[in-house]
Structures are given as C-alpha cells and as structure tokens.
C-alpha cells in the first residue's frame, strides 16, 4: 500500500505496523495450516484442541477488528477526509461496508459457537497410553497418505423423529442477532 503523507494525522510507522500485523495474522494462518497438514503435525487429540483454542481465539477477537474497521470510516468520512475514486455517493458505499462488515461479524460469531461445540466434543478425547516403542510410526507408514473416508459410526446420533421428517438442526445460537 501506498502512503499519502499529505493527509494530517497519518503516521506511516504506525501504519505500517497496522499493515505488517495484518500480513503476520495472513502468515501465520498459512503456516499453521502447513503445519497442521504435515504428517507430524498432530500428535495427539490434544494438539488438535490447542488449535481449536488458538483458532477459537483469534476468531473471536475478530468482530471487535472489525467493528474498529468500520468505526475508523465512519469517523474518517463524517470529518470529511473521504472521496471515492468514481465520485460514487460515500453514504451508500460506506453502508454496503457496513453491512458487509455485520454479516462477517455474525459468520464470526457463527465460526466462535461452532469451534466451541468442535472443543466440547473433543474435549475428554486422549489418546491412548502406549507402551515405549510402540508409538513410534514405522518410515513406510509415515510416507502413505492419511485416509481421507469419513469414519461411519455404528448407530446414528439421532434417530429419526416418528413423523418420518428428518429434523432440521441448527448449530448456531438460536437467539436473534447473537454476535452483533
């Protein structure tokens, strides 16, 4: 990004710090998401809910960015320092963003239920206590890929209602505008 050093109350350290967190948090997901694929990634269940915990973490701080995002424009725009490029009306276009940014905050919200609910499930899941040299992956092992089949299990979570529909399930907060 380029900086116009013209415009008052612009500081390019600070920006540039501002810019540099956002390109860490970008790197930071890649390389987990690398990390997580290798195959000594995951060594146990509870690998699995520390990722959870830091991913649950860092969506939940995700909707106070935003609401500061869209505050930050909302306050550059009523001081007057805002233009569009195509001269388009700066009030439909910073509502767009702001719907735009509620309807993250509420995916977000979404996201943060749906990794605690991933977190409880697997929360008394450990792996099993091997004896010395049995855990160890033999090297033509390590090399197969991981399947990649759902596991079935042998009877289903819920049994279907005696209407004969299925139930609709909703994994979400049920209550309106959760997350705002």
Not at 18 to 29: I, K, M, S, V
Not at 90 to 96: G, I, K, S, V
Not at 127 to 148: C, K, N
Not at 162 to 172: K, Q
């Amino acid at each position: 990004m380029t900086y116009d050093h013209t415009q008052v109350g612009r500081n390019p350290q600070t920006e540039y710090e501002t810019e540099q967190f956002a390109e860490d948090l970008e790197r930071a997901a890649r390389s987990l998401s690398r990390a997580v694929g290798q195959p000594s990634g995951l060594a146990s269940p509870a690998t699995v809910y520390a990722v959870l915990d830091a991913v649950h973490a860092a969506t939940s701080g995700l909707d106070s960015l935003l609401v500061q995002l869209e505050r930050f424009l909302v306050r550059q725009h009523a001081d007057g320092h805002l233009i569009h490029d195509y001269g388009a009306p700066l009030d439909e276009t910073l509502d767009d963003f702001g719907r735009a940014v509620l309807h993250a905050r509420h995916l977000g919200a979404g996201c943060g239920e749906a990794l605690d609910q991933a977190r409880a499930a697997i929360n008394h899941v450990h792996s099993r206590v091997l004896p010395p040299g049995d855990g160890v992956t033999p090297p033509h092992a390590a090399a197969e890929p991981a399947p990649t089949a759902v596991l079935r299990r042998a009877e289903p979570r819920a049994r279907q209602p005696e209407s004969g529909r299925p139930r609709a399930r909703w994994f979400g907060n049920s209550r309106k505008g959760a997350g705002a």
